[in-house]
Structures are given as C-alpha cells and as structure tokens.
T-cell receptor
Framework: EDQVTQSPEALRLQEGESSSLNCSYTVSGLRGLFWYRQDPGKGPEFLFTLYSAGEEKEKERLKATLTKKESFLHITAPKPEDSATYLCAVQARQGAQKLVFGQGTRLTINP | GAVVSQHPSWVICKSGTSVKIECRSLDFQATTMFWYRQFPKQSLMLMATSNEGSKATYEQGVEKDKFLINHASLTLSTLTVTSAHPEDSSFYIC???????????FGSGTRLTVV
C-alpha cells in the first residue's frame, strides 16, 4: 500500500532560521511527488512536482529535493508569511491518478 | 492559468437536509476531478474520483449513496451530501486535472457545518 509520512508534525522557527521538512514515501512505482502549501481554511496551493531521484526545484526561499525514498523541502531564511501547513503527496505509477497525502508539517515562523 | 473555483466557501445546514457543493475549472477542461475531506489538523483524505460522463469511483469506506458525485461536463463537478448529520461536518475540497501528465489544481474548499 502506498504511504507518505511527513516529519516533523509541527515546527517553529525564528525569522531567518533555515530548516528542512521531510517526506518519506513508500510507493509501488513513483510517477510524481508533489509539494503543496495550505493556509488555514484554504485549499492546497501547488509548489513543486518532482519526478525522479536527484531532481531539485526552487522557488524563492523554497527548494525541494528528491531521493528514491524521501523528499526534502528546504526553507532558507524564512519570513513570517511562510507560516503554513506544507503537504507532500505521491502519485503511483501503477493504478489510478489519485494522490496519496502525508499528514503535513505545520510551520510557524516567529518574527 | 489552471484555476478551480469551489462554491460555497461555507455552508450551515440542518440535520437531515441535503447540501450541494460545486467545483468548476475556470480556464481548462478537467477530464478528472477529485473530492477530498479534511478534518481539523489532519491531512486530505480522498473520497472519490470522477471522470466526465462516467460514474465516480469511491474510496473504500465512503458511502456512495450519501455522497453523490456528478461530473456532467468537463468544467463542472458537484458533490451532494444527502441527509446530512453532524458527523458529516468537515472541510471538503475538490481538485481538477486536465489530463495525465498535467498537475492537480485544488479549489479553495467548503466548510460544511451540520446543526
């Protein structure tokens, strides 16, 4: 069964304090790994899609990386507006188009 | 591009009544739409997948007679919660996809409260 585990569950940082969020996955064959940002009471907002081990993508203060077993979302010099829940999801190569989500990491950046 | 509009953003209904939630892809044709449910501080749980013109495929444990999904056109899918009860109170989110090889775009969600 496809599984996604995110850690930590919650993370508090000071403004400017860089860190990384982890997404470990078990899937029959990875078609794509997705990172989303979700603000309270809103739907997920797309950040990145990664397709193969070794791939990296960047957007402003965020950088996503992928290995055969896990993905990291690195946040460099975060600002309070980066506070949100970050969700990781995988799409398996086999089967339907559905995404399997992890539990998310609630990130809080204190000014 | 790739905008999904979901309405209403919140709704309160009485126990025993039905409520309909709409999900529209505004600038693309969505061959596949997905409906999720999210409880407070929990992740998204897929309820069903629908393809335009076909019956929805429900995930295990989701009552298809209670959560009616219609995907009658390439830009509109609806979720109807029938005979709602307080335990159906939750945050419902739709997602749409143009075709295989494209990403998934999410709606802004609907907060349903059943009193």
């Amino acid at each position: 069964e496809d599984q996604v585990t995110q850690s930590p569950e919650a993370l508090r940082l000071q403004e400017g304090e860089s860190s990384s969020l982890n997404c470990s996955y078990t899937v029959s064959g990875l078609r794509g790994l997705f990172w989303y940002r979700q603000d309270p009471g809103k739907g997920p907002e797309f950040l990145f899609t990664l397709y193969s081990a070794g791939e990296e993508k960047e957007k402003e203060r965020l950088k996503a990386t992928l290995t055969k077993k896990e993905s990291f979302l690195h946040i460099t010099a975060p600002k309070p507006e980066d506070s949100a829940t970050y969700l990781c999801a995988v799409q398996a190569r086999q089967g339907a188009q559905k995404l399997v989500f992890g539990q998310g990491t609630r990130l809080t950046i204190n000014p | 591009g790739a905008v999904v509009s979901q309405h209403p953003s919140w709704v309160i209904c009485k126990s025993g009544t039905s409520v309909k939630i709409e999900c529209r892809s505004l600038d693309f044709q969505a061959t596949t739409m997905f409906w999720y449910r999210q409880f407070p501080k929990q992740s998204l749980m897929l309820m069903a997948t629908s393809n335009e013109g076909s019956k929805a495929t429900y995930e295990q444990g989701v009552e298809k007679d209670k959560f009616l999904i219609n995907h009658a056109s390439l830009t509109l899918s609806t979720l109807t919660v029938t005979s709602a009860h307080p335990e159906d109170s939750s945050f419902y989110i739709c997602s749409a996809r143009r075709d295989r090889g494209y990403g998934y775009t999410f709606g802004s969600g609907t907060r349903l409260t059943v009193v």
